[in-house]
């Protein structure tokens, strides 16, 4: 079977987004969770379904994409679904034949609630997915019990998943966070400059990741360091 990395429709996955890029403070919460995500994307974990949850830019869709990765390190066949980017299109087309591969990764689940059509689809797909032992990784910014799910049958699955809670990093950690993430690119980002990112643009990682790749490109073309003037030229902030 051939392994699919990419949506007909252009949803491929990010080549960052990998478990190692995942900032993990020592004492961080989220370790756990990290861990057994990983060996339940390289086939290590016989678990059926995991669901995982937290606010926006707390790293959902980057441990999703991350175990999609790690299943094709280890010759998994796998699955990435941004249910942000396919909401307008026929379920019952975008989820044909899923379940035959070892993973699926569903991500903003929380966007189900309010699609019927949708809810029934993905009901049938877990229900395929676990029968044929295949494996089911979901992820949303709300709690199975947070979720208005019109569907019973659907509900009650999500309430039977292995379920837990991203928790997000505090400001500290977001400063650790993008001066390794800025390492990782090659650079060294200062501590006074990351805090005045951090002080004025989007505070969920995500953004912060974004600002960084937008400033790394500026400086390779102005040649330039990044510096707290540079950041004020380059992002308006």
Not at 4 to 20: H, N, W, Y
Not at 101 to 124: K, N, R, S
Request: glycine fraction near 6%.
């Amino acid at each position: 079977m051939s392994i699919p990395q990419q949506l007909p429709l252009g949803v491929s996955l990010r080549d960052d987004a990998t478990f190692d890029n995942f900032y993990l403070s020592d004492s961080d919460p989220n370790r756990q969770v990290v861990a057994l995500l990983q060996s339940f994307a390289s086939g290590e974990n016989p678990e059926s379904v995991i669901y995982i949850w937290g606010e926006a830019g707390s790293g959902i869709s980057h441990l999703l994409q991350s175990a999609c990765q790690c299943a094709e390190a280890n010759g998994r066949s796998f699955h990435y679904l941004p249910l942000a980017d396919l909401m307008t299109m026929d379920p019952a087309v975008i989820l044909d034949g899923l379940e035959r591969l070892d993973l699926v990764c569903i991500d903003d689940v929380h966007l189900l609630e309010g699609q019927p059509e949708w809810q029934t689809a993905i009901f049938h797909l877990y229900n395929r997915v676990k029968d044929g032992g295949r494996q089911l990784l979901m992820g949303a910014r709300k709690s199975p019990r947070g979720m208005d799910i019109a569907l019973a049958d659907l509900q009650s699955r999500l309430h039977w998943s292995l379920v837990f809670q991203l928790k997000t990093l505090n400001d500290s950690d977001k400063v650790a966070a993008l001066r390794r993430r800025s390492r990782l690119r090659g650079f060294d980002l200062p501590e006074d400059v990351a805090q005045y990112i951090l002080h004025r643009a989007p505070r969920d990682t995500r953004a912060l990741f974004l600002c960084l790749e937008e400033l790394d490109r500026a400086s390779l073309m102005a040649k330039r360091k990044i510096t707290i003037p540079f950041v004020k030229q380059v992002l308006d902030i």
